[in-house]
């Protein structure tokens, strides 16, 4: 059993139909990619998934579980999401933003969730930034700390939204090389990215989105070097760099 299937899913704000009838299955341990161009329909369906927006039509089942507005929070302990915005409290230090969430939704003790704290800074590469606040940390290191933070609550699920988007283009790399280590790791990951060294490498499948549909599927190789569409090549050909597209068919 996939440990995330989306069915017929349907979203629209006034009469805006920004998601039509979008399914797709995760499995565990799975990095899908999502692309596509901005109002096609990527964040919304994120936000779906974690119940940040409800549908409008179909399901969502999570670990054979419907997501529902009912037990939201539980949900969200086991599905972490994080944004361009990073979202970190500013007012409040670096471990505390990593230990609040652990000790006070799901009980953990200080100590250790001190010691998760510590180990996960190691993993982004921060260990040294425990006691500094946010606002005196580059956009790079904040979004590393955003990444640790959603791992604090031990998810089974992270879903990343343009983490990379709102970065110096200095910045975007030492990000992406978190992203990897978690890829190689086995954690599932959704990821709305434009990272499309990211995507190709490391993503086990790759999703593309127009018009809030998903209109094609498939491995990376087969998305970036045969796209189906004309809407994915011509996609492809404005985000790729020149020279870097292969000889595609339609």
Same mark, same amino acid.
């Given at each position: 059993?996939? &440990?995330?299937?989306?069915?017929?899913?349907?979203? !629209?704000?006034? +009469?805006?139909?920004?998601?039509?009838? /979008?399914?797709?299955?995760?499995?565990? $341990?799975?990095? *899908?990619?999502?692309?596509?161009?901005?109002?096609?329909?990527?964040?919304?369906?994120? !936000?779906? &998934?974690?119940?940040?927006?409800? @549908?409008?039509?179909?399901?969502?089942?999570?670990?054979?579980?419907?997501?529902?507005?009912?037990?939201? #929070?539980?949900?969200?302990? #086991?599905?972490?999401? /994080?944004?361009?915005?990073?979202?970190?409290?500013?007012?409040?230090? /670096?471990?505390?933003?990593?230990?609040?969430? @652990?000790?006070?939704?799901? $009980?953990?003790?200080?100590?250790?969730?001190?010691?998760?704290? *510590?180990?996960?800074?190691?993993?982004?590469?921060?260990?040294?930034? &425990?006691?500094?606040? @946010? %606002?005196?940390?580059?956009?790079?290191?904040?979004?590393?700390?955003?990444?640790?933070?959603?791992? +604090?609550?031990?998810?089974?699920?992270?879903?990343?939204?343009?983490?990379?988007?709102?970065?110096?283009?200095?910045? *975007?790399? #030492?990000?992406?090389?978190?992203?990897?280590?978690?890829? !190689?790791?086995?954690?599932?990951?959704?990821?709305?990215?434009?990272?499309?060294?990211?995507?190709?490498?490391?993503?086990?499948?790759?999703?593309?989105?127009?018009?809030?549909?998903?209109?094609?599927?498939?491995?990376?190789?087969?998305?970036?070097?045969? %796209?189906?569409?004309? #809407?994915?090549?011509?996609?492809?050909?404005? /985000?790729? %760099?020149?020279? !870097?597209?292969?000889? &595609?068919?339609?």
């Amino acid at each position: 059993m996939p &440990i995330l299937e989306l069915s017929g899913v349907s979203k !629209r704000f006034g +009469a805006h139909q920004v998601l039509s009838e /979008v399914s797709l299955a995760v499995e565990a $341990g799975e990095v *899908v990619a999502i692309l596509g161009r901005s109002g096609s329909g990527k964040s919304t369906m994120l !936000r779906c &998934i974690n119940g940040l927006e409800i @549908p409008d039509a179909g399901t969502i089942t999570f670990d054979g579980r419907k997501v529902e507005p009912r037990g939201l #929070e539980a949900l969200r302990c #086991e599905i972490a999401i /994080v944004f361009q915005a990073f979202n970190l409290f500013p007012h409040l230090s /670096v471990e505390r933003n990593l230990t609040l969430g @652990p000790t006070a939704t799901k $009980g953990v003790a200080p100590a250790e969730a001190r010691d998760t704290a *510590v180990r996960l800074l190691r993993l982004v590469g921060l260990e040294d930034k &425990i006691d500094a606040y @946010p %606002p005196h940390l580059s956009g790079g290191q904040q979004q590393r700390i955003a990444i640790a933070r959603a791992l +604090a609550m031990e998810p089974r699920l992270v879903l990343f939204d343009e983490i990379t988007a709102s970065l110096d283009p200095e910045l *975007v790399g #030492e990000v992406v090389q978190v992203l990897e280590r978690l890829a !190689r790791d086995g954690m599932t990951m959704m990821l709305v990215t434009h990272e499309m060294g990211f995507a190709r490498r490391s993503a086990d499948t790759v999703v593309f989105m127009h018009q809030g549909r998903i209109w094609e599927r498939g491995s990376s190789d087969r998305l970036f070097d045969a %796209p189906q569409t004309a #809407e994915l090549a011509s996609f492809l050909e404005a /985000v790729l %760099p020149v020279g !870097r597209m292969t000889q &595609i068919s339609i």
